[in-house]
């Protein structure tokens, strides 16, 4: 079992810049693809930015060139850095860990953390 533990949320102006950290409870950390998810109220669930275990990165067309995600596996900790923020942008942001391997999958969520940006 993996726990994820998101944080750095909070209200911005647009324009503006935030970090969000996702830290695991396990070692193991590094054999996980890890994602950035978000849902604004009535919307559904997206996905806003992966890194694989290798370090592969790809992100929504929404997002890219002012998010970027990272990884710290010695800290067990997966980052969304996010720049230039839009009202568009506003959501509760999730972090997700998966892991496949033959008939071992693994797939667990955080509880989110809020990002508003608003003027």
């Known amino acids: 079992q993996v726990q994820l533990v998101e944080s750095g949320g909070g209200l911005v102006q647009p324009g503006g810049s935030l970090r969000l950290s996702c830290a695991a409870s396990?070692?193991?950390?590094?054999?996980?693809?890890m994602y950035w998810y978000r849902q604004a109220p009535g919307q559904q669930r997206e996905l806003v930015a992966a890194?694989?275990?290798?370090?592969?990165?790809d992100y929504a067309d929404s997002v890219k060139g002012r998010f970027t995600i990272s990884r710290d596996n010695a800290k067990n900790t997966v980052y969304l850095q996010m720049n230039s923020l839009k009202p568009e942008d506003t959501a509760v942001y999730y972090c997700?860990?998966?892991?496949?391997?033959?008939?071992?999958?693994?797939?667990?969520w955080g509880q989110g953390t809020q990002v508003t940006v608003s003027s």
């Open positions: 396990r070692s193991l950390f590094s054999i996980y693809n």
């Open positions: 997700n860990a998966r892991y496949s391997s033959g008939t071992d999958r693994r797939d667990y």
């Open positions: 890194i694989t275990s290798g370090g592969s990165t």
